[in-house]
């Protein structure tokens, strides 16, 4: 892969046997990007798919493991139609130029979030891209999409009990058991949170899996965060002592 020569400094600084495995990704401010230009706001969600496009490359160059991009939100039905439809042409938009080099690239697709309130359209490019890339055994790359974590976690309630009443669980239940009901079973938590467009907020994004995760915040609108910012927040998390509530050293 070809790099910038200030994204090989950076590159420089980190260690690449403790590169995050899992990050997961709030894209905010393509609304902001596009206002600022003049445009409509779909023209910002379509640079931010082409900020997803060497994103999700990148990651894969640099070794993470898992990386959850939040792409639709349970409350973002509340915006007007129109932008709803557009944002929901896009998963069928970059699954179709991206597919085939996410196949070569080992990289597996995944979805978190209800896949019922989808579009149809927009569950048959999601199906294909499971289905093409089950096989692999590279990257997760997890699309939250219809995904609310308290909707996620009032699932998974729902589901423990159904299996509770039919006799399928022991009534012992325990983190493991509980986190085994949720769309991210049988992922690594996420080590690294990633906002951009400037919030401070985790927006109803994997309330239980981010317990731990270090939060990494930045004012850069999506669109134009770029492999600079995700080394930034990579070098940053380098830095972090992650004690997990323990004394430092212990
Ligand atoms: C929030 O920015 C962003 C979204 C609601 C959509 C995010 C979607 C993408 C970046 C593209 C997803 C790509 C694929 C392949 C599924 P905002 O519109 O709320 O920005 P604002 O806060 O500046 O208005």
């Known amino acids: 892969m070809q790099l910038k020569p200030r994204e090989e400094e950076i590159l420089r600084k980190i260690d690449r046997r403790r590169i995050p495995a ?30 997803v496009r060497d994103v999700v490359r990148f990651s894969n160059y640099l070794g993470i493991k898992v990386l959850t991009l939040f792409a639709f939100s349970t409350e973002n039905w509340h915006r007007p139609a129109q932008e709803i439809n557009f944002l929901m042409s896009l998963p069928e938009q970059y699954l179709q130029t991206e597919l085939p080099e996410l196949v070569k690239n080992n990289v597996r697709v995944q979805l978190i979030g209800d896949p019922e309130g989808l579009p149809g359209q927009v569950r048959r490019a999601i199906n294909e891209g499971l289905a093409a890339t089950a096989k ?4 997760v790359l997890n ?5 609310g974590a308290r909707m996620e976690i009032v699932r998974a309630v729902q ?25 991210t079973a049988g992922l690594p938590d996420p080590d690294l ?12 994004f994997l309330l239980w899996q981010l317990a ?3 939060l990494w915040f930045t004012p850069v609108y999506w669109p134009d965060f770029c492999r600079q910012h995700l080394l930034q927040a990579i070098s940053d998390f380098q830095q972090r002592e992650r004690r997990y509530g323990k004394i430092s050293g212990e």
């Not at 905010?28 to 798919?49: F, I, K, M, T, Y």
């Not at 692999?136 to 990257?139: L, R, W």
């Not at 699309?143 to 995904?147: K, V």
């Not at 589901?159 to 769309?183: C, H, M, W």
Request: no cysteine; net charge positive; charged share 20%.
């Open 143 to 147: 699309f939250a999409l219809n995904y």
């Open 22 to 51: 899992h990050v997961a990704m709030i894209m905010d401010g393509n609304g902001r990007w596009a206002r600022e230009r003049g445009l409509p706001r779909s023209a910002g969600h379509r640079q931010g798919v082409e900020t």
């Open 159 to 183: 589901a423990l009990i159904r299996d509770l009443q039919q006799g399928k669980i022991e009534p012992s239940v325990n983190e493991a058991t509980f986190a085994a009901y949720l769309y």
């Open 193 to 204: 949170l990633i906002r951009t467009g400037g919030e401070h907020r985790i927006s109803n």
């Open 136 to 139: 692999n055994s590279g990257m």
């Open 212 to 214: 731990y995760s270090e």
